[in-house]
């Protein structure tokens, strides 16, 4: 991120991020021309302002064009799918690829020109796996680094939020930002799928009939399951960024990582730590789609990103805690 983008998209923000009256900034952090802002704080910053600081990141992080081609870039991929796919059933044709693959691309592919919602879970198992965290791998990345490289961040912590709080809420844009992208994909695909496609009653993979609106709910409830399974790629990126003054270093490094753990995933002879992998269990969405739900590798990947978010999350509030901003 250039400094002069970042200057653009701190504007008007100037309100948040100066310093209250009576109320001390971070330790050791430039305040203004010679004056360096003591240790004791008179008092802390109000949840009010802590909510104004994470509107500010929200809207800073979705104005800028590298977010808003990210999404649109993610939007495009379930009409591309699901042009190629009417493009292919054009003739009467039923698409092949309809096993019962537990990896629930193929089986949910094979149902789109049947049922339009399918596309849904066509378009989340196409873009999960390099795709969405890769543009979470981006956004997060760039948390800090970006802020750093551009000269923002001592200024940001003039305000009185302090490293603890100012990291919460950049992880928390992050995680929105999870739950946006992913929704976007969703829509799109919903949408594309009712133009293109018939909708209504759906098979599951069990074999049984659910209603159409029973299959919107399994939809919402899949894709939350996708953007959760994204916390802990978010929490990675996060303490990347903490390690370097470089935006484009900290997101490079995070998609580098993306790569190398999916790659790791596919080789056999790892498979007794592939459980461990953020990655290993992202697929698991498909088992809503099962009647009855079968919730035990959903369980494992919640649980998985919810320590990958506790350990590199701790990780990055030791490193930027301890973080000479002034260097």
Same mark, same amino acid.
Not at 37 to 43: E, P, T
Not at 193 to 208: Q, R
């Given at each position: 991120?250039?400094?002069?983008?970042?200057?653009?998209?701190?504007?008007?923000?100037?309100?948040?991020?100066?310093?209250?009256?009576?109320?001390?900034?971070?330790?050791?952090?430039?305040?203004?021309?010679?004056?360096?802002?003591?240790?004791?704080? @008179?008092?802390?910053?109000?949840?009010?302002?802590? &909510?104004?600081?994470?509107?500010?990141?929200?809207?800073?992080?979705?104005?800028?064009?590298?977010?808003?081609?990210?999404?649109?870039?993610?939007?495009?991929?379930?009409?591309?799918?699901?042009?190629?796919?009417? #493009?292919?059933?054009?003739?009467?044709?039923?698409?092949?690829?309809?096993?019962?693959?537990?990896?629930?691309?193929?089986?949910? #592919?094979?149902?789109?020109?049947?049922?339009?919602?399918?596309?849904? *879970?066509?378009? &989340?198992?196409?873009?999960?796996?390099?795709?969405?965290?890769?543009?979470?791998? !981006?956004?997060?990345?760039?948390?800090?680094?970006?802020?750093?490289?551009?000269?923002?961040?001592? +200024?940001?912590?003039?305000?009185?939020?302090?490293?603890?709080?100012?990291?919460?809420?950049?992880?928390?844009?992050?995680?929105? *930002?999870?739950?946006?992208?992913?929704?976007?994909?969703? !829509?799109?695909?919903?949408?594309?799928?009712?133009?293109?496609?018939?909708?209504?009653?759906?098979?599951?993979?069990?074999?049984?009939? #659910?209603?159409?609106?029973?299959?919107?709910? /399994?939809?919402?409830?899949?894709?939350? !399951?996708?953007?959760?399974?994204?916390?802990?790629?978010?929490?990675?990126?996060?303490?990347?960024?903490?390690?370097?003054?470089?935006?484009?270093?900290?997101?490079?490094?995070? @998609?580098? &990582?993306?790569?190398?753990?999916?790659?790791?995933?596919?080789?056999?002879? &790892?498979?007794?730590?592939?459980?461990?992998?953020?990655?290993?269990?992202?697929?698991?969405?498909?088992?809503?789609? /099962?009647?009855?739900? +079968?919730?035990?590798?959903?369980?494992?990947?919640?649980?998985?990103?919810?320590? +990958?978010?506790?350990?590199?999350?701790?990780?990055?509030?030791?490193?930027?805690?301890?973080?000479?901003?002034?260097?």
């Amino acid at each position: 991120m250039s400094r002069a983008e970042a200057q653009d998209d701190r504007a008007g923000e100037s309100a948040l991020t100066a310093p209250d009256p009576g109320v001390v900034t971070d330790p050791g952090v430039v305040a203004g021309p010679g004056v360096v802002a003591g240790r004791g704080a @008179v008092r802390s910053p109000s949840p009010l302002w802590s &909510l104004g600081l994470f509107r500010s990141e929200l809207l800073t992080t979705f104005r800028r064009w590298r977010t808003l081609a990210l999404l649109a870039v993610l939007a495009a991929v379930p009409i591309l799918v699901g042009i190629a796919v009417k #493009i292919e059933t054009g003739d009467g044709s039923s698409l092949g690829g309809g096993g019962g693959g537990g990896a629930g691309g193929p089986a949910f #592919i094979s149902q789109i020109s049947n049922n339009g919602l399918f596309l849904v *879970f066509t378009a &989340l198992a196409a873009t999960l796996p390099f795709f969405l965290p890769m543009a979470i791998g !981006v956004v997060a990345g760039d948390a800090i680094a970006g802020e750093s490289s551009a000269g923002t961040l001592r +200024y940001l912590l003039v305000a009185p939020a302090g490293r603890s709080r100012l990291l919460l809420t950049k992880y928390a844009t992050v995680i929105t *930002f999870c739950l946006a992208a992913t929704l976007v994909v969703a !829509v799109s695909a919903l949408a594309v799928g009712a133009l293109l496609f018939p909708v209504g009653d759906l098979i599951t993979i069990s074999g049984t009939r #659910i209603t159409y609106a029973e299959g919107l709910g /399994r939809a919402l409830l899949i894709a939350l !399951v996708v953007a959760a399974s994204l916390v802990g790629i978010a929490a990675l990126g996060l303490f990347v960024s903490t390690l370097t003054g470089s935006g484009i270093a900290a997101m490079a490094t995070t @998609v580098g &990582l993306l790569i190398t753990v999916q790659i790791l995933d596919q080789i056999p002879q &790892l498979d007794a730590l592939q459980p461990y992998f953020f990655s290993h269990y992202w697929l698991s969405f498909a088992d809503v789609m /099962r009647e009855p739900v +079968y919730w035990d590798d959903l369980v494992k990947n919640l649980g998985l990103q919810a320590l +990958y978010a506790a350990v590199f999350g701790s990780a990055a509030w030791a490193r930027f805690t301890t973080k000479d901003i002034t260097a």
